[in-house]
């Protein structure tokens, strides 16, 4: 038998044992309604963080003519992602024990400018009387052994309906452009699956020190803004002092 014909084979009798089994059918059948709801209060607390930080992107943009925000990316786990990850944990086939047990239904991603941006967005999110921290993972200090970093909060939102207010859990990430484009590729290369053991690990040792050299990166980039501001600040307090007759003589000089 040749491995294609093995495949399709081996790939048709999980979906007979699996996807097609009596529980799984009775599963979809019983919570399509209640999925659908969940999900709808998943998007509207999405909603309500996604614009959270687009206020403050905003606010910074009038205060100090700079937007500390590059972009904000949002999604909702896949029906077969939560199944997937309720039979990795042992959590119960309902609605209730997946928005109970499962934090990262919901997840918005903020990709920030500079590495201080992530910890000061962090500060004013969490400052909101109405969001209420869960869970705090700093990648950034504590980098995963692959070299992924990234900001990890697990924050409760409130969402008010026709006639009720819920409060619904969302992760939110937040990371540099640097580190985003770090754990988009990281991601895409984890998967490919037709790689020899050796070479994999040789992948992985390079892919770490990408992620050294990112933070490095990151580092000297924040360090290069911190230089120009100083210089901006020092060139408008230099204009504020009071002119000598010195320097209005001079002045003339060069432009008579």
Not at 157 to 167: A, C, G, M, T, Y
Not at 168 to 195: C, G, P
Not at 238 to 243: A, D, G, R
């Amino acid at each position: 038998m040749g491995l294609e014909k093995f495949i399709e084979i081996a790939g048709q009798q999980f979906v007979r044992e699996n996807l097609m089994s009596d529980d799984f059918l009775d599963f979809l059948q019983e919570n399509r309604r209640p999925y659908e709801t969940m999900i709808a209060y998943y998007r509207c607390a999405i909603m309500e963080i996604e614009t959270k930080f687009k206020v403050l992107n905003e606010q910074f943009s009038l205060q100090y003519d700079r937007n500390p925000i590059e972009s904000i990316k949002t999604r909702i786990k896949s029906m077969e992602s939560l199944l997937k990850k309720a039979r990795n944990k042992g959590i119960a086939l309902n609605m209730a024990a997946f928005e109970e047990e499962i934090r990262d239904i919901a997840g918005v991603r903020v990709v920030c400018s500079f590495l201080d941006d992530i910890y000061m967005l962090a500060d004013c999110l969490l400052s909101q009387d109405d969001i209420t921290l869960i869970e705090r993972k700093d990648y950034i200090e504590n980098p995963k052994p692959s070299g992924y970093r990234s900001l990890h909060l697990i924050v409760e939102v409130p969402i008010f309906l026709q006639d009720e207010k819920r409060s619904m859990k969302v992760e939110v990430q937040l990371r540099t452009i640097a580190m985003d484009f770090w754990a988009s590729l990281e991601h895409k290369l984890r998967y490919k699956k037709n790689i020899p053991d050796s070479e994999a690990e040789l992948l992985a040792t390079e892919l770490t020190e990408c992620a050294q050299v990112s933070a490095a990166l990151d580092v000297r980039m924040k360090e290069i803004r911190n230089r120009i501001a100083l210089a901006e600040a020092e060139h408008e307090e230099e204009k504020k002092k009071p002119q000598t007759i010195g320097d209005v003589l001079l002045k003339k000089t060069i432009y008579h």
